[in-house]
């Protein structure tokens, strides 16, 4: 499989991203994921389709795109192009099909070794002081205000259909960033969310005195 041909095709669609779901976000996650691997013992050809999934993950996400059926094509088509085999096509369009937060809200989607580092690496990205950055770049990006009076709503009224309309980026954390590290798959992935996860329950306790005055 020619996974350079994909960066490729990735990059061209990433590059304008201004919702920290570009390139270098892709990077890091790409990173992640081979740390993950090399604990797993996960063999080059599984790396291969790792790396594609790492790629191509977020190309159809409602996020970035705003017809997912024709985002799915053209990734069935680079896919194609770059001489994936068919069983690598289907894995990979079911990983990234199914792997996201949303998608596994109401129930957990059952995904193979090779999702679950894909899954772990992405959701670790959003965690720690890159989390944090990208939390407040995404709701700039959305119009939403940093902190307001609202309360965060409870976990178990969340849906794939709602759990976007969040009124502030502070109430993000608590609706979603801070319970992310117990939905890892992976030994590794689970360490890695644990020490990010404290991180900003730091930056959270500070703001939060900074906010009233508790200087």
Same mark, same amino acid.
Not at 113 to 120: A, F, L, M, P
């Given at each position: ?9 990735? &990059? !061209?669609? @990433?590059?304008?991203?201004? $919702?920290?779901?570009? *390139?270098?976000? #892709? ?74 937060? &949303? !998608?596994? @809200?109401?129930?957990?989607? $059952?995904?193979?070794? *090779?999702?679950? #580092? ?98």
């Amino acid at each position: 499989m020619d996974v350079l041909n994909i960066y490729n095709f990735m &990059s !061209k669609k @990433l590059m304008m991203d201004k $919702t920290g779901h570009g *390139i270098s976000h #892709i990077k890091r996650v790409e990173n992640i994921a081979k740390k993950i691997a090399s604990e797993e013992k996960i063999q080059n050809k599984e790396w291969e389709i790792i790396q594609a999934c790492v790629y191509l993950h977020d190309i159809i996400d409602d996020k970035i795109t705003e017809n997912i059926d024709l985002a799915k094509k053209e990734v069935i088509d680079i896919l194609k192009e770059s001489n994936a085999k068919e069983i690598e096509i289907e894995i990979i369009m079911y990983i990234i099909n199914n792997m996201s937060y &949303s !998608k596994n @809200l109401k129930k957990k989607i $059952t995904l193979n070794k *090779i999702g679950q #580092i894909v899954q772990d690496a992405d959701r670790i990205d959003a965690l720690g002081a890159v989390g944090i950055s990208r939390a407040f770049y995404y709701g700039g990006s959305k119009g939403h205000s940093m902190y307001n009076d609202n309360n965060a709503r409870p976990i178990s009224e969340l849906n794939e259909n709602n759990y976007r309309n969040n009124s502030s980026v502070i109430n993000h954390f608590y609706e979603k960033l801070l319970v992310l590290h117990t939905t890892m798959n992976t030994e590794e992935g689970k360490k890695i969310a644990y020490q990010r996860t404290e991180t900003m329950k730091e930056f959270l306790e500070k703001f939060k005195n900074e906010v009233e005055g508790n200087l």
